[in-house]
């Protein structure tokens, strides 16, 4: 595997590759890679002939009182984790070559960012389509795999994708979840033992409302939230930022439950560590 940090010379492999019909795969990440990375960079070799891993901390989608100066890093066992997964290229490039001071460009799409996590978090959306459009045109992909952890994330992408006509597919991957449940995250790191056992509040409630629909075809959406609120709520560690239930592609809240409805949560863990997790309530 090779580490590159220029982008000149990502750019240059990248055109490299094409010029050889090669197909690229990119997983853009922030680091700190667990096995929910791991199984996105082998989908991205199942569908790619080269795959391109890129991690970078991206300053623009971190608020001023977020995690940007303490996320969780490890460089060293990141390079071994990738290498073992097939990955071909490991990207990382540093702050001052990606936004120069002169950097003056956003993408911001509208509509999809306003709720949710955008609500919570202004501007993050806006520092995601950024980087990944920079990362788009540095490593040439014709996809890109990203986790469905982050729904919102992959619906905003996808439409910018749309918006913009980049060449490349989007494709979302399943949740990777522990053995207990807990949908994988670099910032688990953060959970304490005690708050490990707080934060399975989340997938316990998703799996709570699952069970309802299964039960109650024609329950009402503003019960399962309540449900859901009152099943997170047991955890006094535990606040929320959101309940909702939503159409998956166009996040706008379901007035009833379909196949199409997915449920997103927000939480916090003791004021401090946030964490998200979704599911579709029907089927599977
Ligand atoms: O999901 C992430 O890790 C980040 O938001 C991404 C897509 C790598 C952009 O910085």
């Known amino acids: 595997m090779k580490v590159i940090t220029s982008p000149v010379e990502i750019q240059t492999v990248a055109q490299d590759f094409r010029a050889k019909q090669l197909t690229i795969g990119l997983v853009p990440t922030m680091g700190f890679f667990h096995n929910g990375h791991v199984a996105l960079m082998k989908e991205a070799g199942r569908r790619a002939d ?31 984790i990738a290498e073992d997964a097939g990955v071909d290229i490991l990207y990382t490039p540093n702050k001052k070559d990606m936004y120069s001071e002169e950097f003056a460009t956003t993408i911001q799409v509208k509509g999809l960012t306003s709720g949710l996590c955008g609500g919570d978090r202004p501007g993050h959306f806006d520092g995601v389509t950024t980087v990944v459009g920079k990362l788009f045109n540095q490593t040439l992909p014709h996809i890109a795999v990203f986790g469905e952890k982050d729904f919102q994330q992959l619906a ?46 989340l997938s316990t409630a998703i799996r709570y409302a699952k069970n309802l629909v299964r039960k109650q075809q024609n329950i009402a959406v503003s019960d399962i939230e309540k449900k859901v609120a009152d099943t997170l709520l047991k955890h006094s560690e535990c606040t929320i930022d959101y309940i909702q239930i939503v159409h998956q592609n166009t996040l706008q809240n379901c007035t009833q439950i ?3 409805s997915i449920l997103l949560i927000a939480v916090k863990i003791n004021n401090r560590i946030r964490l998200i997790d979704n599911s579709k309530l029907t089927g599977g």
């Open 156 to 201: 905003v992408i996808r439409q910018f994708v749309r918006d913009l006509d980049f060449p490349i597919s989007i494709i979302g991957y399943p949740i990777v979840r522990e053995a207990n449940g807990l949908a994988m995250s670099s910032r688990n790191s953060y959970l304490k033992k005690d708050e490990m056992d707080a934060a399975l509040c």
């Open 258 to 260: 379909s196949s199409d």
């Open 50 to 80: 080269k795959v391109i891993v890129s991690l970078f901390v991206n300053p623009l989608q971190f608020g001023p009182s977020e995690d940007f100066d303490t996320y969780p890093h490890a460089f060293e066992k990141d390079c071994q």
